[in-house]
């Protein structure tokens, strides 16, 4: 089958992008390395194309309703402009995704989730529309738009020189901006840990968008403010930043509770106050009532220079595997290895001594507080 391509290929190529297979899409991994795209996202900026994510309309006279009943988030109340963090759970209370939801109005909403997930997430909307029998309308408009994420300490600076509007958005907040001929949807929104926007726009348009929004900087100069980064520096910083990924740290098995993501679950949702509950609130209440997930995520820091990878197991001082490495990589910030993992809960103290088998060799490593890395303000 082939790779969809996003509308930003061609600026990939031209900048040095080192191409691979994601999700169905054809990506970047890497451009001049992924410890320098990491350093220049921290002390600078950086632009990801981000368009494999998906971006499903929702619109409709019971769009609120669906999506009460699709997310563990609280829509209720929610300001227009607003968006909002959630999960998307199975009846066990397993993660079928994450997303962001942004509110137009009542009966408008986005969804952005993972790309990988987009036609699982679209398919499940559309049964639980069905079996419900809500008047919405779903629309796929991932293929029709693209994405493009700019983050670091110096991005909203630089956007200053063309809107005056989008620096001044709050954490969280989104507007709708005409550039010259180009409708903008701006979120001050990422995935890195750091300050910056993510930016939505028509497919077709996403070239002369890119020109004007990077009008002012060359991004092929060694000093540039903002510099192509790829998914191996997005990975690294969405790691430092203590961000789960689906299918890594959260996934259909086991619970969501296990994910230490309690504010993006309103286990108090009501049919009578919001419309409806969530699928797999009930399953979620008993295991809560029972004493929680048997494990949950935490932090490791590790001696040494090996890399923690997924799926290596994680013992105690006796040699007991009492978790598994869910992500890892060698922090360029920290300068020390560090790793998510899914322990059992009687380890996930801060200051608990583990140990991660490496393979050919073992690390001693301790727990530590997420995320590893805050911005400072």
Known sequence: MSLHKTPLHDFHVDHGGQMVEYAGWEMPMKYTGIIPETQQVRSSGGLFDVSHMGRVEIKGLH????????????????QDGRCRYTLICNERGGVKDDALIYRHDDDDYLMVCNGANREKIVSHLEAVAAEREY????????????????????VRELI?????????????????????????????????GEDGVEVILPAGMTGMAMKLLTKDVDLKSDD???????????????IEAGMPLHGHARDEDPSALTAGLGFAMALDK?????GATFIGQEALLKEQEAGGPPRMLAGLELEGKR?????????????????????GCSSPTLGKPIAMAMVDT????????????????????????????????
């Open 63 to 78: 769009a609120r309703r669906l999506l009460e009943r699709t997310c563990t988030r609280r829509i209720n109340g929610m």
């Open 135 to 154: 008047k919405v309308q779903i629309n796929d408009k991932t293929l029709k738009t693209s994405m493009i994420a700019a983050q670091g300490p110096k």
């Open 160 to 192: 200053s020189g063309v809107s005056k509007e989008i620096p001044s958005l709050k954490r969280y907040q989104f507007t709708t901006k005409n550039l010259v001929v180009v409708k903008l949807l701006v979120s001050r929104t990422g995935y890195t």
């Open 224 to 238: 540039a403010v903002m510099k192509p980064a790829g998914l191996g520096a997005r990975d690294t910083l969405r």
């Open 270 to 274: 009501t049919e009578e106050a919001d």
């Open 307 to 327: 890399t923690p990878r997924q799926g290596m197991p994680i013992e105690d001082s006796t040699g007991a595997v009492v978790g598994t490495v869910t992500s």
């Open 346 to 377: 009687a380890h996930t103290e801060p200051g608990t001594e583990l140990v991660v088998d490496l393979g050919r060799a073992k690390a001693a490593a301790t727990v530590v507080p997420l995320p590893f890395y805050k911005a400072p303000k």
